[in-house]
């Protein structure tokens, strides 16, 4: 049987959100995921953008890591919008979430993560 913790992003505090500050790769780190491998032992991840500049703002999500553009992300994030931007994707193995914007600190990531562990 499976256990599943609901837990904060580890690049956050508190469950506030992350602040996007980096406008290229690699990106602000938004989370980290569990370090471990074994099969149905995941981060299962569910971030939300919000954009509070007064013009839209390209968002990359980098899923996995910053070395393949594969698993890039990329939503356009009006303004005043909250956006689903990772629905639920899962991850393993110290993989990281990043992100970078088109303008700095106007896009902050909400969010949480079940973290699935095997018993």
């Known amino acids: 049987m499976a256990v599943i913790a609901k837990q904060e992003l580890s690049g956050g505090a508190d469950g506030i959100g992350v602040k996007v500050a980096a406008t290229s790769s690699a990106g602000t780190t938004i989370h980290t995921a569990n370090n471990v491998t074994g099969a149905g032992e995941y981060d ?18 980098q899923f996995g ?47 949480f993560v079940n973290r699935i562990t095997a018993t």
């Open 44 to 61: 299962e991840i569910y971030l939300y953008a919000s954009n509070t500049h007064t013009s839209a703002v390209t968002l990359t999500i």
């Open 65 to 111: 890591g910053t070395t393949s553009v594969t698993n890039d992300l990329k939503y356009t994030v009006q303004p005043n919008e909250t956006l689903l931007v990772v629905p639920g994707l899962i991850l393993q193995n110290s993989l990281v979430v990043k992100a970078y914007a088109t303008t700095t600190n106007v896009v902050s990531i909400h969010g």
